[in-house]
Each structure stands twice: as C-alpha cells, then as structure tokens.
RNA sequence: CGGGGCGUAGCGCAGCUUGGUAGCGCGCCUGCUUUGGGAGCAGGAUGUCGGGUGUUCAAAUCACCCCGCCCCGACCA
C-alpha cells in the first residue's frame, strides 16, 4: 500500500473525549472515528487489525473443531420469548419494531438464535458434538459506553456454542475452547490470564474470563501470588478460617450505650473509639420478597454474587427503609443481630470474634461487648466477602494479590438452561430424548484490538506486535525528491510485496519527520528509512519500534532481512 | 437513571464574569524557499457559536427548555 493513496488521517492533537490511551491512539492513528456513542466506523488501518485478529480466532477455532455459521443481527421477539429473555434482558436490548409492527430486537447474543437453529436439525446422539461460531456484529445498548472499542454499544464478538449428548462430552467441549483460548490471546501477543468467573446457577468452575492485564482495566483480578489461583472479584473466595484460634479473652459485659445520629463504620468508630474490625455490619438483604440479616466483620465488605449463590435465590437486593424498621424495629443505620426477626447469616469474617460492637436495633444506639452464642445465635457461616489484598489464597494459603485487568474473552459452560426452555432435545443410544448440554464462548474483537494497544504503546503511539500489526513494515524515503532515495524505495517496495511481506511505502512528499512521528504513531513493528548518506555507503537503516534498535543492513541483504524476521514472527 | 463537567472552523482551545465587528494554535489551499524527528516566509479559504424559546435596540455572552458528548456509580465481550 501507497501511503500516499491510503485513508489514513492521522492527528498530531489528542481528541479531548478520549481518556485512555487506546482510544486516544485509536482515534490518532486514523484507526476509527465516532459515529454516535459507543458506536463506531473503522478505517482501512484500523480494520486491518480487527482482520487480523479475526483471522487468529478463525484459525484457531477451526483448529478445535469448531464451524463457522453467519446468524442475523436481526431477531424476532418470539425466539426471546421462549428463552424468557425478552422479559429478563432489560435496557440492554435493543428492541425494533418492523413495518408490520411485529417486535424484533437487535442481537447482543445469539443463543436464541442457534439453538433454534441447532433443535430443528438435530436429532440423534449421532450428530453430537457440535462446535458453531460466528464472527458477527452485536448490539448490546449499553448504560455507559465508554473508553472506545472497550466498551461500544455496537461490537464485533466471536461467539462459539457448543451442543453435546453427555456431561463428559461437553466439559471435553469446554476445555478444548478453553485452550484455544489460551492460544489465540498468546497468538495475538498479549500478557493475559485465564480467571474463574462467577458462573451463576450452573456451579462448578466452568467459567473463565481471559483477562489481559493492564492498569486501565474496569476488573479486578485476584489472584494468588503462591500458586496459579486466579479469579475475578464476583468469584474469589475466601477460606475458613481454622476454628478453636479465639482469644482466651474473658467475654465482657453486655453494655448499651447512645450513639446519637451514628450510623456508618466510621461514625462508629470514631464515637466508641473502636477500629473496624472491632464491629461487626449488620446488612438486611431482601432475597426473594424474605429479610436476611448478614453479618460481616466492619473492615470487609459483602459481595452480593456470593451471597446471592450461597442463598440460591433469584432476586437479591438491600431491603428498603420500612423492611429495615420492621425486621429491626429501628431505623437504617442501627441493626444488629441480637433478637432480631428473620435469618441470620455470618460471613467467615466473624469466627473467633470477641466482645464486639453491634447496631441496638434501637434508634440512636449501639451494643458493645456483644458475643455470638451468649448474646445471639449464629446458625450459619458461610464465605461471604469481597476478597482483598494481603487476604489468605483459598488453595495454597498463600498471600493474594489483586491486578486490574480486561475482559476480552469468556467461556462458560450453559448446561441445559437453553435446550430445556426452548426444547432442544436429541434421542441418545438408551433411546430416550435429553436436552443437550450447551456452551458459549465469546471473544471481543475490538475490545482485544484496544486491550492489545493499552498493553503496547509508549509516548510516540503504538507498538503493534507482528502478528496483528496492520503493516510489517514501512518504508520511508527521506526525500521523494531525490530520485535514487525514491527508486530504492520502490524497488524495494515491489520485492518485499513479492515475498509476502505487508508493507506500507510513505511516498508522501512529506518531511522526514513528519513522517517518523506517523510511522512511530501508527505503530508498525519494521521501519526501513532510505536517505541519501546511508545509499552513499550502501546501506539502508531499520529500525525496530518495539525496542528502538537501529540495524544498518547493505542494500541488496535488505529484502531477504526483513522477510526472514517476519517469516519468524 | 443519579452526581459532576463540556458543547465556538477538521483537531485543540480563548472569548461568556461585565451583551455591541467571532478569535488563536495546529491542520487545509496557492506560491517560493527548505528537506534525517511534526520546517520558514507570503497570501488565502473555512463558523447556522449544539438546537429552540424568551429578555433586549442588540445575545456566543443573560434566563428557561431540549439535544449531544465526556467523567464517577449498577452491566458486560
């Protein structure tokens, strides 16, 4: 490609609306620009990339077995109907109506889709397994679109499911996406790590989050620095503490005391002068339309996701001021676990607590001295808290560490959630139909293109690896003018597009810096610069992006160079 | 949806407090000079000041309403 004749408008300011670097590059390097929020067109250097990984994904499903189908983007209400989703789904759903005013939605995923697809040409064990996916653009009308490609409301996503007759078959489904996993991200040059996620009603750990690491991350990733425990923060568990490690303290007296207008940790604290971990949370939940009480030591905080698994419930949510009132017979701020009316539930955080501060369940007090057994009963504990730094690896004891990170892919085990509700089924060797067991596996594309950038940039643009830069290597004639300079350049232009090679040859009558910060810019790994002294000697420079390295190569061992460290790329 | 901020030329911004000719830098066009890290000089083009309504002799500027965008919280690839 001819720079020259390239659409590539490149911008030497920083748009004021983008905040993290990838999009700041994104919209600079003249990648993509902004049609409406979280909506967004690719240019031809930003769309090479977007192939480019589209490409890897391709390849690499393909390898595991996988087929490639094309779903509509355009899905009729009825199919989200039967999944129950089209009540479930929310804002997120972009829903359209048609001419006829029959409802339709634009779709953020295509489960729907697919098992209606797979039901009605599947009927026997025989068929089984099944691998689709799809390379395909998905709407999902976001609260917050924000940071780009991250987090657009219109995106490109691979989805993968996968349909097998018998539970072994599909965890064997599960882990061969989970490798090609594992290979595409390696593929695509980033740092990453696969984390188990919270999987919801379908137990175990069939769900991981590949998690690029990168500081600009929206998630938390928490993980072991002992051993390879990984998971995001909805999921990251925390161990029982040993039991029969109490304190040989003597269990003080039970003594209430006015606390005006004192409600929060803080307040608490401050007014006794306790520390948090001298208080104990009282927390009313309302699972399911019935009050919980749970309890969590002041210092930790409750991670709802577990708490709703751990309660199996549908519908978790803090309880409303006139629920509090009822169950506590106090106002908010106040509660605490001696008499109150409904379950009560400890986080682990409470074993071996002593002698410590509660809500009176009166307005305006407090309860020091309080102690699980003599002053209230605790009949379960379970592991309910939003997991920290420095807190104790749920495997090996180890110390935890938490890194932010970029979701960019998901693989998750479905079960029979969608067979069941929209009655795919399949006759098996016993003779008698099941639904088959599904799976889904999802890889941003755009999100992976900025996740790879917010891991490979500096301050002069980005630093694309090999294999997913738009261009191998630029060629940059410091002068076109100068008629040998430019020969050069062409003819080397020709002989590394006849070896394979990507190359992009700046022919613009441009200065030399001009086109240095462009290049630098937009990132591509090689750049052969041609001026008139090296020709003098013989020689033309390359210089590496990554590392900065400068190679003076002789002119006829220019080509053959450059082809033998892509070809090891 | 709640809280905060912004909207003036393609991009980055000033002007608004205190109403009166719409400006600066970059980019763009023409010419000459220059040519190894975003050149210099000279000339030039470009705006319904986000939209509407109101106040006023007069509104980018004041008031009200609407729209869009960005940031912080609940969702997700």
């Known amino acids: 490609m001819r720079y020259s004749e390239m659409f590539l408008p490149t911008m030497k300011e920083t748009p004021s609306d983008a905040e993290i670097a990838s999009h700041q590059l994104m919209l600079r390097a003249g990648m993509i620009r902004k049609l409406a929020g979280g909506i967004y067109s690719y240019l031809p250097l930003g769309y090479r990339v977007i192939r480019k990984v589209e490409n890897i994904v391709r390849e690499e499903m393909n390898r595991a077995g996988a087929q490639e189908v094309f779903m509509p983007a355009v899905q009729p209400a009825e199919l989200w109907m039967e999944s129950g989703r089209w009540a479930m789904y929310g804002k997120e759903l972009l829903r359209v109506k048609d001419r006829h005013n029959r409802d339709y939605c634009i779709g953020p995923t295509h489960e729907e889709v697919i098992t209606a697809l797979v039901r009605d040409e599947i009927q026997t064990y025989r068929q089984l397994p099944r691998n689709l996916y799809q390379i395909q653009t998905k709407f999902r009308d976001e609260i917050r679109p924000r940071f780009g490609t991250m987090r657009s409301r219109e995106f490109g996503m691979k989805d993968a499911y996968s349909f097998d007759a018998t539970e072994q078959g599909a965890e064997e489904s599960y882990r061969k996406m989970f490798d090609a996993y594992n290979r595409i991200f390696l593929r695509c040059g980033l740092h990453f790590r696969p984390v188990e996620a919270d999987s919801g009603n379908i137990g175990g750990s069939f769900s991981h989050e590949f998690m690029v690491t990168a500081d600009s991350g929206e998630d938390a990733i928490v993980h072991c620095a002992s051993c390879s425990y990984a998971a995001n923060l909805e999921k990251a568990e925390y161990p029982r503490p040993e039991e029969g490690k109490e304190t040989d303290a003597p269990l003080l007296t039970l003594e209430k005391v006015h606390t005006p207008d004192v409600r929060t940790i803080e307040e608490v604290c401050a007014f006794l002068d306790v520390l948090p ?293």
């Open 277 to 569: 971990g001298d208080v104990v949370k009282t927390m009313i939940f309302m699972s399911d339309e019935k009050p919980v009480a749970v309890l969590v030591r002041g210092d930790e905080e409750i991670n709802e996701i577990k708490l709703k698994n751990y309660l199996a419930c549908d519908s978790l949510e803090l309880a409303m001021d006139e629920t509090i009132l009822k169950v506590t017979g106090s106002p908010r701020g106040f509660a605490g676990p001696t008499g109150i009316k409904c379950r009560i539930i400890a986080d682990y955080s409470l074993i071996g607590m002593k002698n410590f501060v509660v809500g009176a369940n009166q307005e305006d007090h407090h309860i020091k001295n309080c102690n699980n057994e003599r002053d209230f009963k605790i009949s379960e504990y379970a592991d309910l808290k939003i997991v920290r730094e420095g807190d104790i690896c749920p495997r090996c004891k180890g110390g935890i560490k938490i890194a932010r990170g970029i979701e960019v892919g998901h693989v998750f085990k479905l079960g029979v959630k969608y067979s069941k509700a929209m009655n795919a089924t399949f006759l098996d060797s016993d003779g008698k139909e099941k639904h088959m067991i599904m799976g889904c596996y999802g890889i941003g594309i755009g999100r992976t293109v900025a996740a790879c950038i917010e891991q490979s940039h500096d301050g002069d643009g980005i630093v694309w690896p090999i294999p997913i830069a738009p261009f191998h290597v630029i060629i940059t004639p410091v002068n076109v003018n100068d008629e040998k300079i430019l020969k050069f350049a062409e003819d080397l232009y020709r002989s590394l597009l006849e070896a394979g090679v990507e190359v992009l040859l700046d022919d613009r009558d441009e200065r030399a810096g001009v086109k240095f910060k462009d290049a630098d810019l937009i990132g591509i790994p090689l750049r052969v610069t041609i001026g008139p002294k090296g020709l003098a000697e013989g020689v033309v420079e390359i210089k590496f992006r990554g590392s900065g390295k400068i190679e003076r190569i002789p002119v006829e061992k220019v080509s053959v160079f450059i082809e033998e460290i892509i070809a090891e790329a």
